[in-house]
């Protein structure tokens, strides 16, 4: 094949030589589809990697409000029936002390009940002047 190289154009090399112009094709793109790959390859690591974080992120703060919730409530050493509106109203009842420092047998219940959901704390001892 006699080819004048002044005359050649893509569409005579496309008809007489399709191979080459194929390895050409591939060459060029190859840079391109490398980077593409890598760039892909980096966005799927930092999606990991972000993920990570967020899941890590989400378990902290499960466990800081698990231990807040678990602070916040204090130890019962009464069972939750020690707490039932008859139950408080009994020991209202059978304590002069109580009656003296709550006037209704409902305002002392409202009292034991926000302690025991940890509402307050009460302090006990010596008050610093």
Request: glycine share 4%; proline share 5%; no cysteine.
């Amino acid at each position: 094949m006699n080819i004048n190289f002044r005359d050649l154009t893509i569409a005579v090399l496309r008809d007489h030589r399709p191979d080459m112009v194929a390895e050409i094709a591939a060459e060029a793109r190859a840079p391109v589809e490398k980077e593409r790959d890598d760039a892909a390859a980096k966005a799927k690591t930092a999606a990991t990697s972000a993920e990570s974080a967020l899941n890590n992120a989400r378990r902290k703060a499960e466990a800081a409000k698990t231990a807040a919730a678990a602070q916040s409530k204090p130890a019962q050493s009464e069972p939750a029936s020690a707490y039932s509106p008859e139950a408080l109203k009994a020991e209202w009842l059978g304590s002069d002390k109580l009656k003296a420092e709550f006037p209704e047998a409902e305002d002392y219940a409202a009292y034991r009940r926000g302690e025991a959901e940890g509402r307050f704390k009460v302090l006990h001892g010596k008050v610093a002047a």
